[in-house]
């Protein structure tokens, strides 16, 4: 992968005679967009089941591209998206050859020091849209006014869990944390929610990535040994809450603790945007549409990249433009919202340009529960019972 | 005399199936139960229950009460029924993943939503054939039609709009861009507004049909209901066009609407998810299919009140009375 570097149209797709004797009268107004990936040089997960794929995200964007286009047909408005994947050392320069294309809508699929140096980069010539980034960091101290978050943070994440142990009144939580700075962040984001909607955290421990125990041939069996120990002797709790952003140990836990006790958080109830085993709210045919064209189910950053693409093509619809400027003003007005199947309108928080959505906590195989829960109320919207709320921001732009 | 005009009427009771005229049947698709349920619309009682084909969705019956038509989604065409005995008498090419339809006034064709595919298919009802396809927006649902059966409406669900069809020509001549994800569309008998409800949106846009405009926006506003479970999706009207009932989704009510000021009057708590409704041909009742507490809820029209719940079949969508 070192410096290799991807290329791919998509979007371009075939008219058919049927779709030209739809189409519009006057010629179509392109909007043109990117989507930028930045590949870590990664260990395997823990699991084989989560090897990413190597189109991840750009699925996402080719069905975004593919609805905006259908919609488009009517408007006389067309949607393009490229794909460029990249490494650490090139993201700067691949966002540069966008820049001097004038792209200025880019997705960005990057941790969050390359998120925030590729807004940096971009300044005020491109929009960002972070479809992976999920530090609080991103939307607080560090935001930028050029940069929405289609990725909900670990805040609104951790709080969405929060509120469905609260209603199910366990309480008491046993957090475990990995030892990187992103599991860090992650564990800080679950000690705001517990004091928030008033849960103990009545123990805690650092699981140390010694770099072994991941996964070996006999990965299973050096865990059976050590997890029962590691989780021994703590304090009465009603769950163990496991923050590995990582992706170290967590998947680990489930039926290996000392106490019989569920696991949340990374692992066994898991907090997601997106879950192939979502139906409510019309998810059956967008999933069954995503998987006749990505021959595989969609993932977060896939539906993080639909969403950032889908809110470009839906503030074209609604202001009758391909402009960037009339685009941006209008998705970071309080006048924008876009649906994404999951129940109600995703709608912008204008202080720190985050996506409001509701949180799917998920099993392996259910969507178990969708937050905000019904008990949890607020004066502006339900949705800003998750993460980061007006008068606690400390993103100033 | 008296004891054998009992007698006959006792029978006839019993046998059910043969009621008169005053009895209507009543059939409820039921998505996960792969069913339908037929009820009996005087009694209120369940008939029975009778297998119809993979996600049965969209259901409508022909003017003349031959013949029951249900969009079997996940099997990717529409079967027919003989509503009297449940009988599937043959299907219809419908396209893939049929959701909704609607009939022409006469009986023929069938105008069907093809969700997956972002079109709308024409089917011949008569000889079974597929007339036309017609390129819509992404994914398309509400399907209605003018009293007169020139113009087709259809809803695109991630597009949000209504397109504007004629029905012989099969081209689109009007879109008109409404609130996030319309599901239904509905004209009134006069053919003077169409209304269409916007799921997501939590609207009902009243449209002119002649200006393809909008001339009104119904939005809802329901004490002790977070306004995001506001979801309105069917939309049925009074032959006199007086009283238009709208579903509100998960806020498990029925909007009363004046039909002539377009102004919200009453709330009707139904069960949960309230999704499509249907009348009675003589407009008494009206039924609506509530997809999460599996049942169906019986408005009586005059009272604006709920009169009874019928447990039905699993997660029920559509639901359709015979005319005679």
């Known amino acids: 992968m070192k410096g290799r570097i991807i ?31 930045v590949d870590m040089n990664e260990l395997p997960p823990i699991s084989r089941l989560d090897t990413p794929p190597a189109d991840l995200g750009f699925a996402g964007a080719r069905l975004a591209i593919d609805d905006n286009d259908t919609t488009g047909r009517f408007m006389g408005q ?66 930028r006014f050029n940069t929405i978050h289609t990725a909900p943070s670990h805040a609104m994440m951790a709080d969405g869990l929060a509120q469905f142990l609260m209603w199910k009144k366990w309480s008491d939580w046993f957090l475990i944390s990995g030892s990187h700075p ?44 050590q997890m029962p120990v590691f989780t021994q002797r703590a304090k ?93 003003d209008f998705m970071l007005s309080d006048r924008f919202e876009v649906a994404g199947f999951k129940g109600q309108k995703l ?49 100033k732009f | ?74 099997d990717d065409l529409v079967r027919v029924f003989n509503p009297e005995t449940m009988e599937e008498t043959h299907t219809l090419p419908s396209g893939p993943d049929p959701e909704l339809f609607v009939l022409h006034p006469s009986g023929n064709p069938l105008y069907i939503a093809n969700e997956d595919d972002n079109l709308v298919t024409v089917v011949d009802t008569k000889t079974h054939k597929m007339l036309a396809e017609i390129p819509v927006g992404v994914e398309p649902e509400g399907m209605g039609i003018s009293p007169d ?57 009243v449209i002119n049909p002649e200006t393809q405009t909008i001339e009104k926006k119904i939005s809802f506003d329901i004490p002790g209901v977070l306004p995001e479970a506001i979801q309105p999706v069917g939309v049925r009207v009074t032959k006199d066009g007086k009283k238009v009932f709208v579903a509100l989704g998960p806020a498990n009510r029925v909007a009363v609407i004046n039909g002539e000021t377009d102004e919200v009057e009453d709330y009707l708590l139904v069960g949960q998810r309230v999704w499509q409704m249907g009348f009675t041909p003589d407009e008494k009742y009206l039924f609506t299919t509530n997809g999460n507490s599996n049942d169906v809820s019986v408005i009586d029209v005059a009272a604006n009140k709920v009169v009874k719940s019928i447990p039905v079949g699993q997660q029920p969508w559509g639901v359709v009375v015979a005319p005679n």
């Not at chain 2, 409404?178 to 569309?185: H, I, L, M, N, W």
């Open chain 2, 149 to 205: 059966g020139k113009v087709v409406i259809n809803t695109s669900e991630t597009t949000n709009m209504a397109h504007f069809i004629n029905s012989e020509t099969f081209e689109i001549f009007a879109n008109v861009l409404v609130d996030s994800r319309p599901r239904f569309a509905q004209y009134n008998d006069a053919g003077t507004k169409l209304y269409v409800s916007s799921e997501i949106g939590g609207t009902v846009s």
């Open chain 1, 78 to 143: 067309d949607f393009e998206a490229l794909e460029i994947t990249a490494t650490p050392q090139t993201a700067v320069a691949e966002l540069d050859k966008l820049l001097a294309e004038g792209i200025s809508f880019i997705v960005t699929l990057a941790d969050e020091e390359n998120t925030l140096k590729l807004a940096d980069q971009a300044g005020d010539r491109a929009l960002i849209f972070n479809a992976r980034a999920r530090g609080d960091r991103l939307r607080g101290a560090d935001c």
């Open chain 1, 236 to 328: 009465e709790h009603h769950v163990v809450v496991a923050a590995d952003e990582a992706g170290i140990f967590a998947l680990w836990l489930p039926y290996q603790t000392w106490d019989a006790r569920p696991v949340v958080g990374s692992a066994g109830l898991v907090p997601h945007s997106w879950h192939p085993s979502l139906e409510a709210w019309g998810a059956t045919q967008f999933q069954n549409r995503f998987e006749k064209l990505a021959t595989r189910t969609m993932r977060d950053e896939d539906y993080q990249t639909w969403l950032a693409l889908r809110m470009i093509g839906e503030a074209a619809t609604r202001t009758n433009s391909t402009e960037s400027a009339t685009l941006k």
């Open chain 1, 182 to 225: 992103e599991d860090i962040a992650l564990a800080d984001a679950y000690r705001r929610a517990a004091t928030k909607f008033g849960a103990k955290i009545v123990e805690e421990r650092i699981y140390e990535d010694t770099g072994g125990g991941r996964r070996s041939d006999s990965g299973h069996v050096q865990v059976q040994q």
């Open chain 1, 7 to 37: 290329i791919l149209l998509a979007g371009l797709c075939a008219t058919s005679p049927a779709m030209a004797q739809q189409a519009a009268q006057k010629p179509a107004q392109t909007v043109r967009a990117a989507v930028l990936r």
């Open chain 1, 347 to 395: 709608t912008m928080r204008d202080w720190d340009h985050q996506l409001r959505q509701p949180i799917l906590l998920t099993t392996g195989d259910v969507t178990a529960s969708v937050s905000p829960q019904d008990q949890y109320l607020h004066q502006t919207s339900a949705l800003d019972t998750l993460g980061i709320d007006r008068p606690e921001t400390q993103c």
């Open chain 2, 1 to 74: 005399m008296n004891h054998l005009s009992t007698a006959i009427l006792t029978s006839a009771i019993c046998l059910g199936l043969g009621t008169p005229a005053l009895a209507n049947r009543v059939f409820v698709s039921n998505e996960k139960g792969n069913d339908v349920t037929v009820l009996d619309s005087e009694t209120l009682e369940v008939i029975g229950h009778y297998p119809v084909g993979a996600r049965p969705r969209g259901i409508t019956i022909s003017p003349d009460g031959k013949e029951l038509y249900v969009c079997a989604s996940d």
